[in-house]
């Protein structure tokens, strides 16, 4: 028997039901390897998991109630990768009257077939041939596919055409691959069944990549060339299946061929592969490309693609999921260790197979329940084809997060999305361009029917609009010669086309008039002041806050309405409930439905008018979105209420007051910034135009420190009655203190302000900044005394705070900036276009990256907080040390000495290195006779032995993977070419160790080593942020491994480059080798000589 065990789970996961029945599965997968299939990739090794968790889990009686009283088990059939083996465990359960099989995994043709013939249903998760469309659907009746399949993408495809239009296309596509075959064939079914006609059709079957083209020889020539050549004449629209090489290489010809410089020229690409979020950027250059080309930036403006998504695996629900894969991996029947795994990574990431696997036995158990449940319709629940039955057709939620759908064929239908060029947008990813997703594809419950296109952003259309798929007069102008040799006919289009034209504007206008007035008449914004849980909050957070000061937190009753509120208790940026209401009598925390914590100020009305104005206040509220401004969230209107979106870290008041908070050049910077950004947008790109109430307790700070204005807007919605207007005011003189001179004076200023009443106000935001001593400096004149000065005024020598108070470092510019914010005539006020130019040097030093910018800030406040608590200093100053020696055990002490600084290491080129590799002989046989804890004791032994050893010689030791051990001489610091004899005396000292090393658990066996040695240009430099690496790149890396895989047991493989530094050193003895074919080094078959045995003369 090919198999491993029989499984029955009831004896560790499965709760005894009683009078109920049992249902054995079968589940086919491939998890380990044998000597036939050496390299094979054992999938099952990661996810089989899924299907532990997903029986326990309806065993344990299901939220949806499948099969209670009824239990599941499984059993366990591996195949290593081969058809033969998953054909018999396919006849095995059928034989043995099994319920079901889940699998096969790599093949399932064959094993289709069979479960069919046998009436018992078949569902696969991972195997992806396409032959049901080829062959007669009663042959695979019991087959239900949960991977979607890759044709399925035809209709997106198809639904992209569709929605603009273009209905004559040409068709292009890779046939390198066989397995892009069916997909091809699958577009080209879609499009002609929805009359789409396809002008023209192009394949090639050569790899190709971009940047490798070898003019020598036609092997990765580019074939696009020829294509557009041939094409472009009888077709504006392209649709073209391929890799990213592929879709680059065709934009880049394009773009060669002068045809998108028209703007009527526009492709459709297809990809295969799962979309990579983090990465956009890789879609837009080859992977021989370092960085996005120009070139590629220009054509892609005409490209759209559509590529199959899975739900992030950083997203919750799959981060829990994966953990729980995780766990049932590790027990019985699998028990698949951690120690397969890379160490440092925290938890491991299961493949997405493991959600499919998940919903297989999910979509099995929803079947069989409705099976049981309905007895007449389906007598016996192990017919195969009356389960298939219940399963086809029906939605699901899959573990990936969206929602599934099996169709009428058996197969579950794709997530895809539609990609577009994209910039860097304003607190988006790190990432400057790439293509992102812009849209979904929305599934119809009619098979027939094409998915639905939504697009989330605006498509940029190089001509403004989508390109025509055919132009006016068509390919060949024959469509207007007749219209042109009638010069009347020529005036009545004309004048109809000026009608028509006409008529859509008005039309057009019409619309958009109508939408705004529903828009106006909408009550998005209002919410129910029952909602915002605010009693139940205060109860909460006093309990919270009393429970933190006797650090017990951790005891507290975690409600469900508040769990996202454990945050109130934070150390750092930490603002009471209590100081709030302090602060603002008016303001109010409260608890959406979503767990969203938003404040809540209360407005001093009875009763709230919604008139016209207000209303447009509020739909301008709703769709103002900037990064630097805090979200209006909605209002309430009994009581009146305005609600905003919680800032966690406090008022930029509150910082400012805050004497243990050190503010350096880099925090005041990113503050100064934030607040300029947020008035800018206010100014120029809302309807706003002016805040008229600009001061340090409207500038919000949130969890990422990053300064957000709010208080702005809404003016006739928090407008009083007159009588109370001017009553608030003369007995509010403190909250005056930021408003303009002339604003002050004026009976009835405007409520937004002006926009250089809102400059004076950031001049003393500055003022305060950098002076931390308030408003007005240590001035001990009353707030109502200033108030009087400032409405007084003077042309002369205008009243103003004292400069003495700022700090002796703030820049000229800064004062300058700040005395020219408060002349006393606002005309000679800047704006905030020149205000955002002045301030430009404050930038400088500053990093681009928003994470170093932070590590930096908070770096420094715990140098403060060194200050702060002297008696822990000296514990500080080791801690730092061992941090340091650490650093430099894992970097070059040179590389580590420019971290530790805080210095940025830019990546250098090093004209000529030595490189080193090793590994074991015959250490796949050995660790598949050992154990993986005998493994690691054989490897940590070796690896300290040559630590040791490396001690004694300028090199720097690289990594190590599995066996193989890398080191490299001549960098972080250049060492002439004495590289080449470091490197040859480590390895023969190496070689030599090895004769007295013996294996703990072998010591009969003797350990043999084969090293390859090569020199040539590296470049190196750091990668990461977290866990930096000191990296080598460039061919000498490559053409070091391979002299090392091609060398023999016990001696040195020698390159020819590094025996001529060698010969030059003199002292060491190589013997020519001969001619060596390797992998990928065509060129080194063309040399004289290429390896050595090596010793001392």
């Given at each position: 028997?090919?198999?491993?065990?029989?499984?029955?789970?009831?004896?560790?996961?499965?709760?005894?039901?009683?009078?109920?029945?049992v249902?054995?599965i079968?589940?086919?997968?491939?998890?380990?390897?044998?000597?036939v299939?050496?390299?094979?990739?054992?999938?099952?090794y990661?996810?089989?998991?899924?299907?532990?968790?997903?029986?326990?889990?309806?065993?344990?009686?299901?939220?949806?109630?499948?099969?209670?009283?009824?239990?599941?088990?499984?059993?366990?059939?591996?195949?290593?990768?081969?058809?033969?083996?998953?054909?018999?465990?396919?006849?095995?359960?059928?034989?043995?009257?099994?319920s079901?099989?889940?699998?096969?995994?790599?093949?399932?043709?064959?094993?289709?077939?069979?479960?069919?013939?046998f009436?018992?249903?078949?569902?696969?998760?991972?195997?992806q041939?396409?032959?049901?469309e080829?062959?007669?659907?009663?042959?695979?009746?019991?087959?239900?596919?949960?991977?979607?399949?890759?044709?399925?993408?035809?209709?997106?495809?198809?639904?992209?055409?569709?929605k603009?239009?273009?209905?004559?296309?040409?068709?292009?596509?890779?046939?390198?691959?066989?397995s892009r075959?069916?997909?091809?064939?699958?577009?080209?079914?879609?499009?002609?069944?929805?009359?789409?006609?396809?002008?023209?059709?192009?394949?090639?079957?050569?790899?190709?990549?971009v940047?490798?083209?070898?003019?020598?020889?036609?092997?990765?020539?580019?074939?696009?060339?020829?294509?557009?050549?041939?094409?472009?004449?009888?077709?504006?629209?392209?649709?073209?299946?391929?890799?990213?090489?592929?879709?680059?290489?065709?934009?880049?010809?394009?773009?060669?061929?002068?045809?998108?410089?028209?703007?009527?020229?526009?492709?459709?690409?297809?990809?295969?592969?799962?979309?990579?979020?983090?990465?956009?950027?890789?879609?837009?250059?080859?992977?021989?490309?370092?960085?996005?080309?120009?070139?590629?930036?220009?054509?892609?403006?005409?490209?759209?693609?559509?590529?199959?998504?899975k739900?992030?695996?950083?997203?919750?629900?799959?981060r829990?999921?994966?953990?729980?894969?995780?766990v049932?991996?590790?027990?019985?029947?699998?028990?698949?260790p951690?120690?397969?795994?890379?160490?440092?990574?925290?938890?491991?990431n299961?493949?997405?197979?493991?959600?499919?696997?998940?919903?297989?036995?999910?979509?099995y158990?929803?079947?069989?329940?409705?099976?049981?449940?309905?007895?007449?319709?389906c007598?016996?629940?192990?017919?195969?084809?009356?389960?298939?039955?219940?399963?086809?057709?029906?939605?699901?939620?899959?573990?990936?997060g969206?929602?599934?759908?099996?169709?009428?064929?058996?197969?579950?239908?794709?997530?895809?999305?539609?990609?577009?060029l994209k910039?860097?947008?304003?607190?988006?990813?790190?990432?400057?361009i790439g293509?992102?997703?812009?849209?979904?594809?929305?599934?119809?419950?009619?098979?027939?029917?094409?998915?639905?296109?939504?697009?989330?952003?605006?498509?940029?259309w190089?001509?403004g609009?989508?390109?025509?798929?055919?132009?006016?007069?068509?390919f060949?102008?024959k469509?207007?010669?007749?219209?042109l040799?009638?010069p009347a006919?020529?005036?009545i289009?004309?004048?109809?086309?000026?009608?028509?034209?006409?008529?859509?504007?008005a039309?057009?206008?019409g619309?958009?008039?109508?939408?705004y007035?529903?828009?106006?008449?909408?009550s998005?914004?209002?919410?129910?002041?029952?909602?915002?849980?605010?009693?139940?909050?205060?109860?909460?957070?006093?309990?919270a806050?009393?429970?933190?000061?006797?650090?017990d937190a951790?005891?507290?009753?975690?409600?469900?309405?508040?769990?996202?509120?454990?945050?109130?208790?934070?150390?750092?940026g930490?603002?009471?409930?209590?100081?709030?209401?302090?602060?603002?009598?008016?303001?109010?925390?409260?608890?959406?439905?979503?767990?969203?914590?938003?404040?809540?100020?209360?407005?001093r009305k009875?009763?709230?008018?919604?008139?016209?104005?207000?209303?447009?206040?509020?739909?301008?509220?709703?769709?103002?979105?900037?990064?630097?401004?805090?979200?209006f969230?909605?209002?309430?209107?009994?009581?009146?209420?305005?609600?905003?979106a919680y800032?966690?870290?406090?008022?930029?008041?509150?910082?400012?007051?805050?004497?243990?908070?050190?503010?350096?050049?880099?925090?005041?910077?990113?503050?100064?910034?934030?607040?300029?950004?947020?008035m800018?947008?206010?100014?120029?790109?809302?309807?706003?135009k002016?805040?008229?109430?600009l001061k340090?307790?409207?500038?919000?700070?949130?969890?990422?420190?990053?300064?957000?204005?709010?208080?702005?807007?809404?003016?006739?919605?928090?407008?009083?009655?007159?009588?109370?207007?001017?009553?608030?005011?003369?007995?509010?003189?403190?909250r005056?203190?930021?408003?303009?001179?002339?604003?002050?004076?004026?009976?009835?200023?405007?409520?937004?302000?002006?926009?250089?009443?809102?400059?004076?106000?950031?001049?003393?935001?500055?003022?305060?900044?950098?002076?931390?001593c308030?408003?007005?400096?240590?001035?001990t004149?009353?707030?109502?005394?200033?108030?009087?000065?400032?409405?007084?005024?003077?042309?002369f020598?205008p009243?103003?705070p004292s400069?003495?108070?700022?700090?002796?470092?703030?820049?000229?510019?800064?004062?300058?900036?700040?005395?020219?914010?408060?002349?006393?005539?606002?005309?000679?006020?800047?704006?905030?276009?020149?205000?955002?130019?002045?301030?430009?040097?404050?930038?400088k030093?500053?990093?681009?990256?928003?994470v170093?910018n932070?590590l930096?800030?908070?770096?420094?406040?715990?140098?403060?907080?060194?200050s702060?608590?002297?008696?822990?200093?000296?514990?500080l100053?080791?801690?730092?040390?061992?941090?340091?020696?650490?650093?430099?055990?894992?970097?070059?002490?040179?590389?580590?000495?420019?971290?530790?600084?805080?210095?940025r290491?830019?990546?250098e080129?090093?004209?000529?290195?030595?490189?080193?590799?090793?590994?074991i002989?015959?250490?796949?046989?050995?660790?598949?006779?050992?154990?993986?804890?005998?493994?690691?004791?054989?490897?940590?032994?070796?690896?300290t032995?040559?630590?040791?050893?490396?001690?004694?010689?300028?090199?720097y030791?690289?990594?190590?993977?599995?066996?193989?051990?890398?080191?490299?001489?001549?960098?972080?610091?250049?060492?002439?070419?004495?590289?080449?004899?470091?490197?040859?005396?480590?390895?023969?000292?190496?070689?030599?160790?090895?004769?007295?090393?013996?294996?703990?658990?072998?010591?009969?066996?003797?350990?043999?080593?084969?090293?390859?040695?090569?020199?040539?240009?590296?470049?190196a430099?750091?990668?990461?942020?977290?866990?930096?690496?000191?990296?080598?790149?460039?061919?000498?890396?490559?053409?070091?491994?391979?002299?090392?895989?091609?060398?023999?047991?016990?001696?040195?493989?020698?390159?020819?480059?590094?025996k001529?530094?060698?010969?030059?050193?003199?002292?060491?003895?190589?013997e020519?080798?001969?001619?060596?074919?390797?992998?990928?080094?065509?060129?080194?078959?063309n040399?004289?000589?290429?390896?050595?045995?090596?010793?001392?003369?």
């Open positions: 028997m090919w198999h491993c065990w029989w499984l029955f789970l009831s004896w560790s996961c499965i709760v005894q039901k009683t009078q109920g029945r249902f054995r079968g589940y086919i997968t491939g998890s380990r390897r044998d000597t299939i050496s390299s094979y990739d054992r999938p099952g990661q996810i089989s998991g899924a299907i532990s968790l997903a029986v326990h889990q309806i065993n344990q009686h299901h939220p949806d109630g499948l099969l209670q009283n009824h239990t599941l088990e499984f059993d366990y059939g591996e195949t290593f990768g081969i058809e033969d083996v998953s054909i018999k465990h396919t006849a095995r359960y059928a034989l043995n009257n099994f079901a099989i889940i699998g096969p995994q790599e093949t399932c043709v064959q094993e289709a077939r069979l479960a069919s013939a009436n018992i249903v078949m569902l696969t998760y991972f195997c041939h396409a032959f049901k080829q062959l007669e659907a009663a042959h695979y009746s019991t087959f239900i596919t949960v991977k979607p399949p890759v044709a399925q993408i035809s209709k997106a495809v198809a639904s992209v055409l569709n603009y239009n273009w209905n004559k296309i040409t068709f292009i596509y890779n046939n390198e691959v066989e075959r069916p997909t091809a064939e699958s577009i080209r079914y879609v499009l002609e069944e929805h009359n789409i006609e396809i002008l023209q059709t192009r394949s090639w079957n050569k790899p190709y990549y940047g490798f083209e070898d003019s020598e020889e036609d092997i990765f020539q580019s074939p696009f060339d020829d294509i557009v050549k041939d094409t472009k004449d009888k077709t504006r629209i392209y649709v073209l299946v391929g890799n990213v090489d592929d879709h680059v290489g065709f934009m880049q010809a394009m773009d060669d061929a002068g045809l998108l410089d028209r703007q009527d020229y526009f492709v459709v690409g297809v990809y295969l592969n799962h979309y990579k979020q983090e990465d956009p950027a890789k879609y837009l250059r080859g992977v021989f490309e370092p960085s996005v080309s120009q070139k590629s930036f220009k054509a892609f403006k005409s490209f759209l693609g559509v590529i199959p998504t739900r992030s695996e950083f997203h919750v629900e799959f829990e999921f994966n953990n729980e894969v995780n049932w991996l590790q027990r019985p029947p699998f028990n698949f951690w120690e397969s795994y890379a160490s440092n990574v925290p938890q491991k299961v493949r997405v197979e493991a959600a499919y696997l998940y919903d297989a036995v999910m979509l158990a929803q079947a069989l329940d409705a099976c049981l449940r309905n007895p007449t319709d007598p016996d629940p192990h017919d195969g084809n009356k389960l298939a039955r219940y399963i086809k057709g029906q939605p699901y939620k899959s573990a990936m969206y929602g599934g759908y099996i169709d009428a064929k058996g197969d579950a239908q794709g997530n895809y999305s539609l990609l577009a910039t860097k947008r304003s607190g988006g990813p790190d990432w400057d293509l992102v997703d812009i849209g979904i594809f929305l599934l119809s419950a009619n098979d027939s029917e094409l998915p639905t296109l939504e697009l989330r952003e605006e498509i940029q190089p001509a609009h989508p390109p025509l798929d055919e132009p006016d007069c068509g060949d102008g469509k207007c010669v007749e219209l040799d009638n006919s020529v005036w289009y004309i004048v109809a086309a000026s009608v028509a034209t006409i008529a859509l504007i039309l057009c206008l619309v958009r008039r109508y939408v007035e529903q828009k106006l008449m909408g998005l914004w209002r919410i129910d002041y029952k909602d915002l849980h605010i009693e139940e909050l205060k109860a909460h957070l006093k309990k806050s009393l429970l933190h000061a006797h650090h951790g005891n507290l009753d975690h409600h469900a309405s508040v769990d996202s509120l454990t945050f109130v208790a934070a150390d750092i930490h603002i009471s409930y209590a100081r709030m209401m302090t602060d603002h009598s008016t303001m109010e925390l409260g608890l959406l439905k979503k767990k969203q914590i938003v404040t809540v100020k209360k407005v009875r009763h709230l008018d919604l008139t016209r104005e207000v209303r447009k206040e509020l739909l301008a509220m709703r769709e103002i979105r900037h990064d630097n401004l805090c979200e969230v909605g209002a309430c209107t009994d009581p009146v209420c305005i609600v905003m800032c966690q870290r406090g008022s930029l008041k509150d910082v400012l007051y805050d004497e243990n908070l050190a503010l350096d050049d880099l925090f005041l910077a990113s503050l100064i910034g934030d607040c300029v950004k947020g800018y947008y206010i100014h120029y790109n809302s309807s706003l002016s805040h008229g109430n340090p307790s409207n500038c919000l700070i949130d969890s990422r420190f990053v300064l957000k204005i709010t208080d702005y807007g809404l003016h006739e919605f928090k407008r009083k009655n007159e009588s109370s207007t001017h009553r608030i005011q003369e007995q509010n003189y403190e005056m203190l930021w408003t303009a001179p002339e604003l002050l004076r004026m009976d009835r200023p405007p409520p937004g302000g002006t926009p250089s009443g809102d400059v004076y106000s950031f001049g003393f935001i500055l003022f305060e900044i950098y002076g931390r308030g408003p007005f400096g240590d001035t004149m009353s707030s109502k005394d200033i108030i009087t000065q400032l409405r007084i005024g003077s042309t020598m009243f103003r400069l003495h108070c700022l700090d002796h470092n703030t820049p000229e510019y800064v004062i300058s900036l700040i005395l020219d914010a408060w002349k006393e005539n606002p005309q000679q006020r800047p704006d905030f276009i020149a205000i955002t130019s002045r301030l430009k040097p404050m930038q030093g500053m990093k681009s990256n928003f170093d932070i930096a800030l908070l770096q420094r406040h715990a140098n403060n907080l060194e702060l608590v002297s008696e822990r200093t000296l514990q100053q080791e801690e730092k040390k061992k941090t340091e020696l650490l650093l430099y055990e894992i970097l070059p002490r040179p590389v580590a000495e420019h971290l530790i600084k805080h210095e290491v830019e990546a080129q090093f004209e000529s290195v030595t490189i080193f590799f090793s590994d002989v015959g250490f796949t046989a050995l660790s598949a006779e050992s154990t993986p804890l005998e493994v690691v004791a054989l490897l940590n032994d070796l690896y032995l040559f630590d040791s050893l490396l001690e004694h010689y300028d090199a030791k690289v990594e190590t993977i599995g066996d193989s051990y890398m080191v490299c001489s001549g960098l972080p610091v250049t060492n002439g070419n004495r590289h080449a004899g470091v490197i040859a005396s480590m390895s023969l000292q190496l070689l030599d160790s090895t004769n007295s090393f013996r294996i703990r658990h072998r010591p009969e066996k003797q350990l043999l080593l084969r090293i390859g040695i090569h020199s040539g240009p590296v470049v430099g750091v990668v990461g942020l977290k866990m930096p690496r000191y990296c080598l790149f460039g061919d000498t890396v490559n053409t070091a491994s391979r002299f090392e895989s091609t060398g023999e047991a016990q001696k040195i493989h020698c390159s020819p480059q590094c001529e530094i060698l010969d030059e050193l003199g002292g060491y003895v190589v020519p080798r001969g001619m060596v074919y390797m992998k990928g080094k065509v060129f080194l078959t040399r004289k000589t290429t390896t050595v045995k090596m010793y001392f003369r």
